[in-house]
Each structure stands twice: as structure tokens, then as C-alpha cells.
């Protein structure tokens, strides 16, 4: 069985970088081929995808949010991590983690989502 777990810091000053780790359990992130996600869901707002990373090490992000984003992996950990720069309050938002067979699929697998609140 699969899961996703993310972990980092609930709170985050304006102008620093956000920092969260997906873990997977239960499945490797370098074997299959499949694509890792972040999205996020500020309040009373819907869904927002951030970007992901494919099993093959491909990126890909957000148009709107490409220049301080980045996606990366710790094979070595079976981890990927997202980092947002310069956040502000409008990035505060309950940011999760999931897994699609393919580009545009439905989530197959989904983290428990992390609260993360930008204020100083």
C-alpha cells in the first residue's frame, strides 16, 4: 500500500523560502514511471497545482508560479521536496503531495495535506 506523508514547518515569515518533503511509503520514486505532485488549497479557495517531478527526474511547474518554485528528489531518502521562495501571505494554503500514473490523470494517491501559515 502507498502513502505520502508531508512534513515541514506550519509557519513561515514573509520573503523567506518554504520548504516540504513528501515521503513515500511503500513504493519506490524511481521505479514504475509516474508523476510526484505538490498542490495546495488556500482557504475558502480550490485547488492549485504547484508543479511536479517524474520518475524520471523530469520538472515541470506552475507558469504562475515558476519563478520560485522548485522540485527536487532524494532518491537515497525515497523524498521529494518542494521549495517556494519569497512567500508571501498568499501562500498560505494547505499544501499537499500526490501521485498520478500520467500527466492529467486523477491522483491516485494522496499525503494528508500540511498547513502552512505565511506571517510574520
Known amino acids: 500500500q502507498v502513502q505520502l506523508q508531508e512534513s515541514g514547518p506550519g509557519l513561515v515569515k514573509p520573503s523567506q523560502t518554504l520548504s516540504l518533503t513528501c515521503t513515500v511509503f511503500?513504493?519506490?520514486?524511481?521505479?514504475?514511471?509516474?508523476?510526484l505532485n505538490w498542490i495546495r488549497q488556500p482557504p475558502g479557495k480550490g485547488l492549485e497545482w504547484i508543479g511536479y517531478?517524474?520518475?524520471?527526474?523530469?520538472?515541470y511547474y506552475s507558469p504562475s508560479l515558476k519563478s520560485r518554485t522548485s522540485i527536487s528528489r532524494d532518491t537515497s531518502k525515497n523524498q521529494f521536496t518542494l521549495q517556494l521562495s519569497s512567500v508571501t501571505p498568499e501562500d498560505t494554503a494547505v499544501y499537499y503531495c500526490?501521485?498520478?500514473?500520467?500527466?492529467?490523470?486523477?491522483?491516485?494517491?494522496w499525503g494528508q495535506g500540511t498547513q502552512v501559515t505565511v506571517s510574520s
Open positions: 500526490t501521485r498520478a500514473p500520467s500527466i492529467g490523470a486523477r491522483y491516485e494517491y
Open positions: 511503500g513504493g519506490s520514486i524511481t521505479t514504475d514511471y509516474y508523476y
Open positions: 517531478t517524474s520518475t524520471g527526474g523530469n520538472t
